[in-house]
C-alpha cells in the first residue's frame, strides 16, 4: 500500500498531477461518501480520474440497507445517539481540561509547581482524549455486536460487491466531506480492511490517494479542530479512531483556515497534547507520499510543540540552534 496525502482539492490539479503519477491505466475506485447526497454527482471527480472512475456508491449502499432494514436502521440511530450523547459528556469536560492547562501559567509563579502542574494536567487532558477514543469504540463493537454486522446477509452481499469492484482497479482515491459518515462507512462496507490488506506476493503495492476528510478518516486518530466556529469557542477534539491506513500522523487540512496558527501558546498546547503523533498542515494545493513506512517527507509542514508552524527540517534546524 502507498499512501499520498494531498491538500484541500479547490482546483484538483494536484489531484489530477497525483493519479497520473501513480494510477496512470487502468480503472480508479473512489470513495466519496462524505459527499452524502452528492456522492452520485461525479462529473468532476471522474474528470481528475481521467474518466477511469469507479464509485463504490457507500453512501447510497448504507441508504439502501437502511430503508429495507428496520433493524439496521433502529440499530444505526441507537449508535448515532449513544455517541452524540458520549461526545457531549467529553466536551463538557474537555472545556474544563483545557482551561486548567491554560490558566496555570498565568496563576502559578512559582517554576517547579507550575512544570510540574502543567505536566499533570496535560496527562489528564490526554488521558480523557484516550477515555473518549475508548468508549467510542466500545460503542461501536456493541452496535456491531447487537446487528451482527459480521454475518448480516445484506451488508456481507454489499462488502462483496465493493471488494469486488476495488480489486479489479489498479488505486483508489478517498475524497472529503463529512468525515464521520465516511468513517463509518469505510468500516460498515470492509473498504478499511481492503486498504490495509497486504498485496499478494508478487504484486504491486495499490496506489491510495486521499484528501481533506479522506486524509482524516485513514490516519490513526480522527481530531476535529476548528478555531473560528460561527459561535462560541470550539477545543480540537479527538473524535474517534480512524482506519489507522498509516502511524504517528494527525493530519489537519484547511489549517490554514481553521486554526489560529498565529498563537503560539495555542498552537503548543495542541502539538504537545495530540504528541507523539505529528499533526501535518495539509495546504491547498499541497502533496505528501508517504514512505514505505508510512513516514513523512522532510518537508512536510507541521505544528511543533513550540508553537511554531514549519518543516520537520526547520524544526530539526531550530532544535540544533537551541
Not at 502507498?2 to 494536484?14: D, E, M, N, V
Not at 502542574?117 to 477515555?131: I, P
Amino acid at each position: 500500500m502507498r499512501i499520498t496525502l494531498l491538500g484541500p482539492q479547490r482546483r484538483a490539479a494536484a489531484a489530477r498531477s497525483a493519479v497520473a503519477d501513480l494510477v496512470p491505466e487502468g480503472p480508479v475506485a473512489a470513495v466519496n461518501a462524505g459527499w452524502l447526497e452528492r456522492e452520485a454527482d461525479t462529473r468532476a471527480l471522474d474528470d481528475v480520474l481521467g474518466g477511469r472512475l469507479v464509485n463504490l456508491e457507500l453512501h447510497r449502499r448504507w441508504l439502501e440497507l437502511r430503508e429495507a432494514d428496520a433493524e439496521l436502521e433502529t440499530g444505526e440511530q441507537w449508535l448515532a445517539e449513544r455517541l452524540a450523547e458520549l461526545r457531549t459528556a467529553y466536551r463538557l469536560r474537555l472545556q474544563h481540561s483545557i482551561a486548567a492547562v491554560r490558566a496555570l501559567p498565568q496563576r502559578v509563579r512559582d517554576e517547579q509547581v507550575r512544570a510540574e502542574a502543567e505536566e499533570d494536567a496535560l496527562a489528564a487532558l490526554r488521558a480523557l482524549d484516550a477515555w473518549h477514543l475508548a468508549r467510542g469504540a466500545e460503542v461501536r463493537a456493541e452496535q456491531a455486536e447487537r446487528l451482527r454486522l459480521q454475518e448480516r446477509e445484506p451488508v456481507l452481499r454489499h462488502r462483496e460487491d465493493v471488494a469486488r469492484l476495488f480489486h479489479r482497479c489498479s488505486g483508489l482515491v478517498v475524497t472529503g466531506g463529512h468525515v464521520g459518515v465516511l468513517l463509518h462507512l469505510l468500516s460498515l462496507f470492509g473498504v478499511a480492511g481492503l486498504i490495509t490488506e497486504q498485496p499478494a506476493e508478487g504484486a504491486p503495492a495499490r496506489p491510495v490517494i486521499t484528501w481533506s476528510a479522506g486524509a482524516m478518516a485513514l490516519a490513526e486518530r480522527v481530531v476535529l479542530f476548528h478555531d473560528h466556529p460561527p459561535y462560541g469557542e470550539r477545543p480540537a477534539e479527538v473524535h474517534a479512531a480512524g482506519i489507522g491506513a498509516y502511524a504517528g500522523i494527525v493530519p489537519f487540512p484547511h489549517a490554514r483556515r481553521r486554526l489560529r496558527l498565529d498563537d503560539r501558546d495555542h498552537i503548543a498546547l495542541l502539538a504537545r497534547r495530540l504528541a507523539p503523533s505529528t499533526c501535518l498542515v495539509l495546504t491547498d494545493g499541497s502533496r505528501l507520499d508517504l514512505g514505505d513506512a508510512g513516514t513523512l517527507p522532510p518537508h512536510a509542514a507541521r505544528l511543533n510543540t513550540d508553537g511554531s508552524v514549519g518543516s520537520g527540517v526547520e524544526a530539526a534546524a531550530g532544535a540544533g540552534a537551541a
